[in-house]
Structures are given as structure tokens and as C-alpha cells.
């Protein structure tokens, strides 16, 4: 294990003096004697280069971490024009470029590349072979095709080229918590891959206006979609402006169409995922994806709040922002609150999202099926009802397909207010229950070292249904009735 720094220039060739197998190409300061992969564990720091470390020959590599040099601006590349097999797992830092050139160049390691920041490109048609898997953030910039495996993890994995494009066996594609796995070409014409969300919060599949229209962009199964993870369409032009999301729960499809009519793109998803659950939403002014077109799974996440500059998703909202209340005033958010819930050890009556369906509570009121707490509140007629207290079976009712974990946002101001979610009047935080169930209740520690209580709004609350006046349950049968809401299991 050593760590050799590449000088290049030795011998009276070009070939010699690029060989990236020369010893006297590099210099090491700990011990090594012959070249970066000789030896199992070695790192090759590559600078500023007047000459590029090229491998022409076949050759096998042990376990092997290539760096750039500190101080350049130049990235570090080394080019394979030979077939490279790697025994160990290979990484590519930072600045790091993996270049296959030369026709016919295949690169196989069957222990793995893990991508950290670097990229594998390719201006020759070279390929990965079948037998790789690529793990990480960074780009590759080469066709993919004949059935690899890429894994996007600790940040964007960026695949700038074509994918299936040929070929009779699909890639794979995985997604890890709180990554994002970026396409910016044409994908699944030949055969379609598969594409599978492996848990936890904030996966992204994106698509970058590149070089492929949505009619070239083809999946085959979408696996493991949930939470907050979010499929988003960037620059994608042709996809604003009047589109609707169409679901198909029995085969198990998301189609786009637009305000034509037209489908635009069509996503396949696993039958276990909640079709149900599924909006179209805007990327939210300020955001990255500000104007853009995002499908999300909204169980809270995805609730869309009113603010000056329009309305956007819940979970984008930061201290600082401005809500609007039910009474058309501009209130600063102080803190918004975390709380996650897990289906194995959580209550379903106490626990799980209650849905008020669109319409339930008046004309276009909620706007579109508002989830929420059972305990959380709604304003109507004169008095606070937590959501619990309104399931009647048919307009307002339990959730019972629910992941195996979810999370509640829960907005705080100033004071104990009505906000508009959906266009419904709901309550903001009031500190009724102790912050410490909150993920991120050390954030408003931070914020509010001293504490800060809050006056609760002086009106009437009904917290179960036996509470709940008859008026307001003939409205509500009555707005089931106008909705067309079919009877669900009872409360």
C-alpha cells in the first residue's frame, strides 16, 4: 500500500514516458517501488499533467484510489486504451477522469467503481462491462448498455449519455436516501431498465433537458417509490404548463398528459406502490427545481401551502418564509417541524394520516385529497377539528396503505394561527405536545435557547367523532354526497 505521484516524461517515447505502468513515471515518498495497483490499497495522485498516464496493454490492477493533486485546477485523468480489469474496488475522487479510448475498449471490475465526485468517460463508443457496478456521485459520460448496475449514493449520479440505447438485456439503476440519480440523454429504447428507490427519505430520479425528448425516455419497473422521494422533469419545456397526472391502479401506471390531452410519458411502479398517493407539483419558487415539473408521494410532503409568491410543498418551507393565513395576511415561519413515523411500531388510529378528499368540506375545499395527523386541526364553521374527529368513511378517511415509514411537517409562527393547506384552513404548531418528538427539535433549541409558548386560538375543539355537532356531519354526508365519495370502512 503506498501512495505514488505521477511525474510522467520517463523514457525517450511517447509510449514510455505516458506508461502508466513505468515506475520511473511516478515518485513515492512511503515506500512504493513500482506503480499505482501494483500493490492492494495504493492511491495515484494526478496533477497538472503535460503528459497523460496511459494504460495501452492489458493489465490487471489491485484495489486502487486515484486523486487529483491538491493544488490544481486540472483534473486527473488517466486513459485506457487497453482492456483494464481490476480485481479490487476502484475510486475515483474529485477531479478524477477515467478515460476508455480506442475501439473496442471494455472495462471490467467485478468488485465495484465507486464514484467520489470523479467520471468515467468515452469518446471512442468504449464501454463498462456487464460485470460492473458502479456505486456513488459524479457522471459517467458514455453510452450505457449491456446490463451494468449503477447505484446512486451521497449525492447526483449524472448518466450524460444514451441508456439501452442497444442491447437485449436492461440496466439496472438504483436510488440510495437522499440521492438523486440524474439522466440527460435517451433511455430504454432498445430494452427498458429498471429503476428501484432503496429506502429512507429524498431519493431523486431527475431528467435534464438534453438531448432526448420525453417520447425517448422509457423505464421498465419503478421499485420502492416512497416517502419523499420525487421523480423531476428539468428544462423540460414541452412538460409545463396544463398538464395532468393520469394513475392506473391496475396496471400500475403514472401517465403525464398534456393540456391536449396527449401522453407525454408513462411510468410503470411495483403493485405494492400506492398509485393514490401520487400529485403533480411545481418546484416551488427559490428551489432548484423552481418551475419545474415533479411527481411526489404525499403523505404530508407534497402539501401544498399558500404563500405570497403562490403555493408550494410543505417540506420546502424554512424559517424566514412567508405563509399566508386564512385571513389574507403574510406571517414568517419560525421553525418547521420533523416528525417521522414508523408503520411496525406506530398506532393506526392515533398515527396514521387521515384523508380529506377533495371537495369534502366545500365546494373545491380541500383543492385536492389533503393528508394530515389525526390530531391535526381544520377550521370549520366557528370551531377546530382535528382530523380524527371528521372520518366519516366515504369523504374523510384512515389511511391503511401507508409505508413503512413516513414524515409529519408541522409549521410554527409566531403564534397559533390558520394557514391555508390546500386551500383548507388548518392549524400551524401550538405547543401542546412536547417538541422532543420532533426529528429535528434541537434545531428550535438552537433558535429558541430560552423556549417560546404560544397562545392557543380561543375556539371550540372537537377531537373525536362522538364530538363532532350533527350539523357538521350532515355537511359533511352531504359534500360525500356532491363528491361522489364511495363508502369506505368506518371510523
Known amino acids: 500500500m503506498a501512495t505514488y505521484t505521477w511525474k510522467g516524461g520517463a523514457g525517450s517515447t511517447t509510449a514510455t514516458r505516458t506508461d502508466w505502468t513505468n515506475p520511473s513515471n511516478w515518485t513515492s515518498t512511503d515506500g512504493g517501488a513500482q506503480y499505482p495497483g501494483y500493490a492492494a490499497g495504493d492511491t495515484a495522485v494526478i496533477g497538472y499533467q503535460t503528459s497523460v498516464p496511459t494504460l495501452s496493454t492489458s493489465i490487471t490492477l489491485a484495489a486502487l484510489t486515484m486523486v487529483s493533486g491538491p493544488s490544481d485546477s486540472n483534473k486527473a485523468i488517466l486513459t485506457i486504451k487497453g482492456a483494464l480489469i481490476v480485481n479490487s474496488p476502484l475510486t475515483l475522487g474529485t477531479n478524477t477522469i477515467l478515460n476508455l479510448s480506442g475501439t473496442g475498449v471494455k472495462f471490467t471490475d467485478t468488485a465495484g467503481v465507486t464514484l467520489a465526485g470523479g467520471a468515467i468517460t468515452s469518446s471512442t463508443g468504449a464501454s463498462i462491462s456487464a460485470d460492473t457496478a458502479v456505486t456513488g456521485y459524479g457522471s459517467v459520460v458514455l453510452k450505457v448498455h449491456d446490463a451494468g448496475a449503477y447505484t446512486a449514493s451521497g449525492g447526483i449520479l449524472t448518466i450524460d449519455r444514451d441508456v439501452d440505447l442497444t442491447g437485449t438485456v436492461a440496466t439496472t439503476f438504483r436510488i440510495d436516501d437522499q440521492s438523486t440519480l440524474q439522466f440527460a440523454a435517451s433511455v430504454g429504447v432498445s430494452v427498458k431498465p429498471t429503476v428501484t428507490f432503496l429506502g429512507g427519505d429524498n431519493g431523486v430520479l431527475n431528467f435534464v ?9 422509457y423505464f421498465g419497473t419503478i421499485s420502492g417509490f416512497s416517502g419523499t422521494d420525487q421523480i423531476i422533469f428539468y428544462g423540460y419545456d414541452a412538460i409545463l404548463g396544463g398538464d395532468q397526472l393520469h394513475t392506473d391502479p391496475i396496471h400500475h401506471t403514472a401517465t403525464i398528459t398534456n393540456s391536449a390531452g396527449v401522453d407525454e410519458i408513462t411510468f410503470t411502479f411495483s403493485a405494492s406502490t400506492s398509485l393514490s398517493d401520487f400529485s403533480l407539483s411545481y418546484g416551488p419558487v427559490g428551489s432548484p427545481w423552481e418551475g419545474q415539473e415533479w411527481i411526489t408521494y404525499c403523505f404530508m410532503p407534497g402539501t401544498r401551502v399558500a404563500t405570497p409568491a403562490g403555493e408550494v410543498a410543505v417540506e420546502t418551507l424554512k424559517p424566514g418564509d412567508l405563509v399566508l393565513t386564512s385571513a389574507g395576511e403574510a406571517k414568517p415561519v419560525n421553525w418547521v417541524g420533523r416528525q417521522s413515523v414508523a408503520r411496525r411500531f406506530s398506532d393506526p388510529l392515533r398515527n396514521w394520516p387521515v384523508r380529506v ?21 381544520l377550521f370549520l364553521d366557528g370551531a377546530m377539528f382535528q382530523a380524527g374527529a371528521l372520518v366519516n368513511g366515504t369523504s374523510v378517511v384512515r389511511e391503511t396503505d401507508v409505508p413503512d415509514t413516513w414524515t409529519y411537517y408541522h409549521i410554527e409562527l409566531d403564534d397559533h394561527s390558520l394557514i391555508l393547506a390546500e386551500g383548507a384552513p388548518a392549524e400551524t404548531f401550538v405547543d401542546n405536545i412536547d417538541r422532543l418528538a420532533f426529528d429535528n427539535w434541537d434545531e428550535f433549541e438552537a433558535l429558541y435557547p430560552d423556549g417560546k409558548a404560544l397562545v392557543e386560538l380561543p375556539y371550540p375543539r372537537a377531537k373525536a367523532w362522538r364530538q363532532t355537532p350533527r350539523h357538521i356531519r350532515a355537511l359533511l354526508a352531504e359534500r360525500a354526497e356532491a363528491i361522489g365519495a364511495e363508502t369506505a370502512a368506518a371510523a
Open 209 to 217: 433537458q438534453g438531448n432526448a425528448p420525453a417520447t425517448q425516455i
Open 357 to 377: 378528499k377533495a371537495g369534502a368540506l366545500a365546494d373545491n375545499v380541500p383543492r385536492r385529497d389533503l393528508l394530515l395527523s389525526p390530531d391535526h386541526a
